[in-house]
């Protein structure tokens, strides 16, 4: 079992909607929850970090976490051409040296 | 803004060289990390260091090795290069303290001939 898990995609979502964006882990311990922006042939970029239970809006970005669920998302509204990337949910395992452990992404196609 | 800055963003190699990757920090981070990530394989962690002189082996460390022998900067070297290390070579810091995140340089395209 993959310890973190996302959709690969592609999602494919109209301009103007709603994406949103899901990933599952299975350390139970986990204390830090990141999501990254990825362009074709770019690095990762950090959108999002959460690590209470419940969502964190930041503009048109919001990420929820369900820690009874090992559940986390992110939801992105008014979604633009431009936020077609692919995208990395990245989970801190408990102990020390922030490892992070990252999906393989959820790719992310906004249609005009 | 954390700056991270990686030596070269393309490279190429033959099989059998020795090569290295260097990546410089400018935010007095103590973690430092290096990835490879490859389609449908995601990032994968190769070395990390948390303090000058200090290593861990990743989840892929073999035919690499690193060196830090100043705070800002880690290097990833590939002893003997071979065409299966042809990939995305990506280097990342973070603070120790805080479950902070991990922000991370433009990436080096390496290609093994």
């Known amino acids: 079992q993959k310890e973190v898990e996302q959709n690969s995609g592609p999602l494919s979502v109209p301009e103007g909607a709603i994406a949103s964006l899901n990933c599952t882990y299975s350390?139970?311990?986990?204390?830090?929850f990141f999501w990254y922006r990825q362009y074709s042939g770019k690095s990762p970029e950090l959108i999002m970090s959460?690590?209470?239970?419940g969502d964190k809006e930041d503009g048109r970005f919001t990420a929820q976490l369900n820690k009874a669920s090992q559940y986390v998302s992110l939801l992105i509204r008014d979604s633009q051409p431009s936020d077609s990337a692919t995208y990395l949910c990245?989970?801190?395992?408990?102990?020390?040296?922030?490892?992070?452990?990252f999906g393989t992404g959820t790719k992310l196609q906004v249609i005009p | 803004d954390v700056k991270v800055t990686q030596s070269s963003r393309y490279l190429v190699k033959r099989t059998g060289e020795k090569v290295f990757l260097e990546c410089v920090q400018d935010?007095?981070?103590?973690?430092m990390f290096w990835y490879r990530q490859d389609p449908g394989l995601g990032l994968r962690l190769i070395y990390f260091?948390?303090?000058?002189?200090?290593?861990e082996k990743g989840d892929i460390p073999e035919g690499y090795s690193v060196s830090r022998e100043k705070k800002e900067r880690f290097s990833l070297i590939l002893e003997s290069a071979s065409t299966n290390q042809t990939s995305m070579y990506l280097c990342?810091?973070?603070?120790?303290?805080?479950?902070?995140?991990?922000?991370f340089g433009d990436g080096t395209r390496l290609s093994i001939l």
């Open positions: 350390d139970r311990v986990s204390q830090s």
């Open positions: 990342a810091s973070s603070l120790i303290r805080g479950n902070q995140p991990q922000h």
């Open positions: 935010m007095d981070h103590e973690n």
């Open positions: 959460i690590y209470s239970n």
């Open positions: 990245a989970v801190g395992l408990a102990g020390g040296y922030q490892k992070v452990t």
């Open positions: 260091s948390y303090d000058v002189k200090m290593k």
